[in-house]
C-alpha cells in the first residue's frame, strides 16, 4: 500500500529485514482474493485490491534449507490507514511501519528488486515488471 509516496511495510518482531504485507495464497483463491484476506487476518481492515505492479522471484538460505518464492505484487488501498497513524497488527510477530522509498535500504526491504520497482511506480512507471534475486 502506498499513500501519499509512503509505504506500508511489515517485519517479524525481531527481525532486521522487512517485506510487503501479504501471504500465501489458498488452493482455490486467486492472488488479488488472498491478499484481501491476509490484510483482514493481518490488520483487521478491508482492502482494495486495485492494479497489479508485477512479480519477483526470490529465493534464500533458512537453517539449511533453501526457500523460493514467487511475490505478485498490487496496489492495494485500505481506507482509514494513513502516514503519521500507527497501525496495529492484527498479529502478535508482525509489526507494521510506513516508509518513505529512500529508507527502503536502511529498513532492510526485500526482496531486493522490490526498492527499484517500487521507487520507479511512484515516479510514475506504471508498466508491470518482473525481476529476480536469484542469480
Not at 509516496?5 to 525481531?14: A, D, F, I, N, S
Request: glycine share 8%.
Amino acid at each position: 500500500m502506498c499513500k501519499n509516496k509512503y509505504v506500508l511495510l511489515v517485519r517479524m518482531r525481531g527481525l532486521a529485514n522487512s517485506f510487503l504485507p501479504g501471504g500465501h495464497i489458498e488452493m482455490g483463491e486467486s492472488a488479488p482474493v488472498a491478499l484481501a484476506r491476509e490484510i483482514q487476518e493481518e490488520l483487521g481492515q478491508t482492502c482494495k485490491v486495485k492494479s497489479f505492479f508485477g512479480a519477483i522471484e526470490n529465493s534464500w538460505r533458512e537453517g539449511g534449507t533453501m526457500h523460493h518464492e514467487i511475490n505478485l505484487i498490487f496496489e492495494a488501498d485500505i481506507p482509514g490507514l494513513d502516514p503519521g497513524v500507527p497501525v496495529v497488527s492484527q498479529e502478535d510477530h508482525l509489526e507494521f511501519f510506513w516508509v518513505m522509498p529512500e529508507d527502503f535500504e536502511n529498513k532492510n526491504l526485500l526482496p531486493i528488486p522490490a526498492r527499484v520497482f517500487i521507487k520507479n511506480w511512484l515516479a510514475g512507471d506504471k508498466s508491470p515488471w518482473w525481476g529476480s534475486s536469484i542469480e
